[in-house]
C-alpha cells in the first residue's frame, strides 16, 4: 500500500506557469504536522482545525500564471492500475487548466457557526463557493446545509466526523462518505455534489477507489492561507493574494472553530478580487446534477 500523500503542496500555485516561473517552488509530497488535537471534533465551537501542510509558500512573483495541474516535482503517487491519476481527478474536475480568472474558494469542517455569516458576505459580492461539509455537522445544522445549496453554492463531502482516512478500514472510510452524503441529501434531496475532500488531505489508493465508487471526485488545493493556524487578518490577506491566479483552489475554513479572522480576510478580498475581474466560482465537479 502506498503511504499517504498529500497532493497539494506541489499543486500550488508557484509550480504553474513554465514561461511565467519554470522551476517548481514546491517539491514533493510534504508531511502533514498532524498537530489537530481534537480531530475527530466537530462540535461548532470546538478547536479542530485542518492541519493539511505546513507553511508552503510559493516564491513571491508577480506571475499571474494559472495553475498547471501537471507541474513537475510533486512526488504524486503512482496510483494503482485502474484509479486515475491525480491529474485526472483535476482534470475531471476541472477541465483543461483555464486561463480564465475564475478562483474556487473552498471552505471546509461546516456547517459552523461561521457559516451564514460567510454566505452572507459572498451573497453581497455575487460569489460562490464550495463548502466541503462534515457529516455530523450537516445532520446537526440541515437549515444551513440547505442554505448553503439555496445560496448556488456547492456541497463536497469532507467525511463524517473528520478522521483519517487513511488510518481506517475499507468498509469504515464508506461509512465516512456515505453517511455524509445521506446527511446533506436528507437536508437537500441531491445536495451532496460529485466530490470529497479528505481531511488533512490525506489519500492513498484505497480511499481514492473508495470516494470514486461512489462517484466522489477527490478535491484538494493548490493554495490556502493557513487558516487553521489562525493566522492575524493581514497575514490571511497576504496570503489569498499569493493565491489570486487564474484557477487557484483555496482552501479555507467555516467550521471547526471560531472563523472570524478568516471572514475578515475574505471580506477584505472580495472587492479585490471583482476590481481584478475574477469570477468565484463553485467547483464544477461539486455542482450538483440539476433535478
Ligand atoms: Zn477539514
Known sequence: MLPALLLAPALLAGCAG?????????????????????????SPTAGST?????T??????AS?????????????PAMAAGL????DWYAAAFGAPSEQKVLYLTFDDGPA???????????????????????QQAAEIPSMVRRIVAGGHAIGNHTWDHPEL???????????LSRTTEAVNSAVPGGMGSCMRPPYGLIDDNVAAVS????????????????WNQPSVTAMVADLREATRPGSVILLHDGGGGRQNTLDAVAAMLPEWRAQGYILAPIPACVRSPG
Request: glycine share 8%; charged share 15%.
Open 113 to 135: 457557526r461561521d457559516t451564514e455569516a460567510l454566505l452572507t458576505e459572498l451573497e453581497a459580492a455575487g460569489g460562490k463557493a464550495t463548502f466541503f461539509v462534515l457529516g
Open 166 to 176: 487513511t488510518s481506517l478500514s475499507t468498509a469504515e472510510v464508506a461509512d465516512q
Open 18 to 42: 513554465a514561461a511565467a516561473n519554470s522551476s517548481p517552488t514546491t517539491q514533493g509530497p510534504a508531511s502533514a504536522s498532524q498537530s489537530d488535537s481534537t480531530a475527530g471534533s466537530v
Open 212 to 227: 470514486l465508487a461512489q462517484q466522489l471526485q477527490p478535491i484538494l488545493w493548490t493554495a490556502h492561507a493557513e487558516d
Open 84 to 87: 486515475p491519476s491525480p491529474t
Open 50 to 54: 485542518e492541519t493539511p501542510t505546513p
Open 56 to 61: 508552503v509558500s510559493a516564491t513571491p512573483t
Open 64 to 76: 499571474a500564471a494559472p495553475v498547471n495541474w501537471d507541474s513537475g516535482g510533486r512526488g504524486t
